[in-house]
Structures are given as structure tokens and as C-alpha cells.
């Protein structure tokens, strides 16, 4: 199977090209570099069935260039702006790198007849809502431009699928952690600490709560979506199991990079940033129904991230 990976070279991104490789695919990771890094594919690029490209999809005559040489039989659409911070600083980022490269995939897919897509959505487009949320929960409200720009994506992904064919899974990921992640709250205390290790400074109060997902967990929630769904257009949620604080996983950072007399102040308010959903809950049952289970729960999953982007730096 000839696999086209966008955002290949970014953090979850990377992980699926490892894994698909491993299941016999020939893969075609293309990344603009925006949060890619090309460390997170150099064991790969030596590999006769990996085949990098440094390219925007939105570049549509280079996109239909690649799609016409490499004969794609399904696209993981993963290109993305996963930072909301950066994005609430910059409306039009999301609306061009999260919404804009998705139409611009699927037209590629429906110009070269390729009829299965993988979708990285996310639990932000449901804004704020304290209800253990199942895939068909409202109502949808987000309050962050990578919220609505996914929500709009995903509605783009509908129509494609039921106008023209594409079989689409669409999976709304949770807060995902591990090596190889360029942002997000393990990461940005790590840096933190190493620019100053006496103090670490925490947005919010410290009780945002969410569900962590270990991101090898993460890719097995994929593959069996991918693998098991039949429908013309399949949602899901996937999610660790039980919710993490905020508070917590500075503590676990601060313990594990061997630093108990750090001071852990915190800034107040009930969220890091504008944007920020403090907390959410998501009902997992349906990819559970499929055969997957998240090896680790919420909080083993970030004591055992930390120490993996400890081994591997960051």
C-alpha cells in the first residue's frame, strides 16, 4: 500500500510513518517544516519504502505532481498548527493550516481517486463542556481558531464523503505526549527548567485536568480505526484513561529532572490562555468496541513521557 502522510515529520506524524513502515506500507511523508523537524524521520530517510518530500500541500501543482507519481492508496491527513496558543496570536494560522490544507488534500484526493482518508481532529471542538463527551455530543462550540478550524475541517471531510466517495475516519484526539513533541505542557516545562531550574512557572491555578494519551497509545487507536472501520464517514474519541492535573505533571516533571527545591508558582485563573479548555472527558467506548485499550492511564502516561523525552532530548 502506497501511504501518503502529511505533517509526517511533526510529532505524532513521525510515529505513524514508524509504524506503518513496520506494517509493510511504502510511505510518503510530506511536511512544510512549520512543526516538523527533520530529526523525527533521520532513521528513516535511508530506508528504500520512505520517501520525504519538503513540501505544503497547499502548493496544489506540487501536491497533484506527487499524488500522480506515487499513486496513493490512502491518505493520513496530519498537517496541522497544533499549537492553539500560537494560533489565538495569529487568526488566520489555523484557518490556513489546519481548514485550508485539509480542502486542498481532499481535492488532490478527488482529482487522483484516492477513496480512503485518516483525520487527526481534536477534543477542541467542542469548546468548554463538562459532559463525559461521546463522539455525537453538542453542542459543538469552540472557543479556539484550532477548534473551529478542525470543526470545520471535519464538516469538509463529511461532504467528501458522502458526495464523493471517500471512506473517512476521522479521530478526535485528547492532549497527546511523548518523545519527539516540539510543544505542550511537558515540553514546556522541560525548557523552562533548563532555562532556569529554581523556579518553574505554571499557567492557571495549576487544576486544568485532562485526559493524557501516551502517543504510541495514540497510534494504536489510530491503526485500529483505521483497520476496523467500514462506514463511508467513522468518528471517534480516544483518550487516556481518567484525567491528569496540571499541578501533577509539574510535580512529575520537576521530580524527574531531579530538581525537588524548585519553586512551582503559578500564575492563577482557571486556564493557561485565551482559548485553553481547563478541563474535558471524553467517552472512549466506541474505539474500545474495536478491540483498543490505552496501555497506560492518564498519569502513568505522563510520568512515562517525561521520561522518554528525557532519554531522547528534546
Not at 484557518?95 to 480512503?116: F, I, Q, S, Y
Not at 497510534?219 to 483497520?227: S, V
Amino acid at each position: 500500500m502506497n501511504v501518503l502522510v502529511t505533517g509526517g515529520a511533526g510529532f505524532i506524524g513521525s510515529h505513524l510513518c514508524d509504524r506503518l513502515l513496520a506494517r509493510g506500507a511504502q510511505v510518503w511523508c510530506v511536511d512544510n517544516m512549520h512543526l516538523g523537524r527533520r530529526r523525527n524521520i533521520a532513521h528513516l530517510e535511508s530506508r528504500p519504502d520512505f520517501h520525504f518530500f519538503e513540501l505544503d500541500v497547499l502548493q496544489r501543482e506540487a501536491l497533484d505532481s506527487l499524488f500522480a507519481k506515487a499513486g496513493f492508496d490512502a491518505v493520513f491527513h496530519m498537517a496541522a498548527n497544533s499549537d492553539i496558543a500560537a494560533g489565538v496570536a495569529d487568526s488566520r494560522l489555523d484557518l490556513t493550516l489546519n481548514h485550508l490544507t485539509t480542502l486542498t488534500v481532499l481535492e488532490a484526493m478527488r482529482a487522483h481517486g484516492v477513496k480512503r482518508l485518516f483525520f487527526a481532529s481534536t477534543s477542541a471542538v467542542f469548546g468548554e463542556n463538562d459532559a463525559l463527551l461521546g463522539e455525537d455530543a453538542g453542542p459543538l462550540q469552540p472557543i479556539s481558531f484550532y477548534g473551529a478550524s478542525k470543526l470545520a475541517a471535519e464538516a469538509y471531510v463529511s461532504v467528501f464523503a458522502h458526495t464523493f466517495g471517500v471512506s473517512a475516519v476521522v479521530l478526535r484526539f485528547p492532549n497527546v505526549i511523548g518523545e519527539r513533541a516540539t510543544h505542550g505542557v511537558i515540553y514546556d516545562f522541560l525548557a523552562k527548567l533548563r532555562k532556569d531550574a529554581s523556579r518553574l512557572q505554571v499557567l492557571g491555578d495549576g487544576n486544568q485536568a485532562k485526559p493524557y494519551l501516551y502517543v504510541g497509545d495514540l497510534i494504536d487507536a489510530m491503526l485500529a480505526a483505521w483497520d476496523k472501520s467500514k462506514d463511508p464517514l467513522s468518528v471517534y474519541h480516544a483518550a487516556g484513561i481518567e484525567t491528569t492535573t496540571v499541578r501533577e505533571i509539574a510535580e512529575i516533571v520537576v521530580a524527574a529532572a531531579g530538581r525537588p527545591d524548585t519553586c512551582i508558582a503559578y500564575t492563577g485563573g482557571d486556564r493557561g490562555w485565551a482559548g485553553d479548555v481547563p478541563r474535558f472527558r471524553y467517552d472512549i467506548s466506541r474505539l474500545q468496541s474495536l478491540g483498543w485499550q490505552p496501555r497506560h492511564h492518564s498519569t502513568d502516561a505522563v510520568r512515562f513521557a517525561v521520561e522518554r523525552i528525557l532519554a531522547n532530548g528534546f
